[in-house]
């Protein structure tokens, strides 16, 4: 079985940083994509980053230039560095990623950027 454990949430200053890191454990024989979405109160989940297996990467408008997707294939991991956080960015955030048998998501990181 496989599973996603996400870490790195929590609360920091407006124009402060955070690290989202995911890790993927169990039986996986090759991830396609990783990425990143997240969910504020009352909104839908939406898409942050994503990250082929490639290395192509493609990022919410509201982020580019702030935020940034890596991966480590070799841990199975894919990261979210998150530069000049805003309060609209206060939401959960889940690590989703893609293999060969569907799609996987993670359980969530709480980010909360005080004003």
């Known amino acids: 079985q496989v599973q996603l454990v996400e870490s790195g949430g929590g609360l920091v200053q407006v124009g402060g940083s955070l690290r989202l890191s995911c890790a993927a454990s169990g039986s996986i024989f090759s991830i396609n994509f990783m990425g990143w979405y997240r969910q504020a109160p009352g909104k839908q989940r939406e898409l942050v980053a994503v990250?082929?297996?490639?290395?192509?990467?493609n990022y919410a408008d509201s982020v580019k230039g702030r935020f940034t997707i890596s991966r480590d294939n070799a841990k199975k991991t894919v990261y979210l560095q998150m530069n000049s956080l805003k309060p609209e960015d206060t939401a959960v955030y889940y690590c989703?990623?893609?293999?060969?048998?569907?799609?996987?998501w993670g359980q969530g990181t709480q980010v909360t950027v005080s004003s």
């Open positions: 990250i082929t297996s490639g290395g192509s990467t």
């Open positions: 989703k990623i893609g293999t060969g048998r569907g799609i996987i």
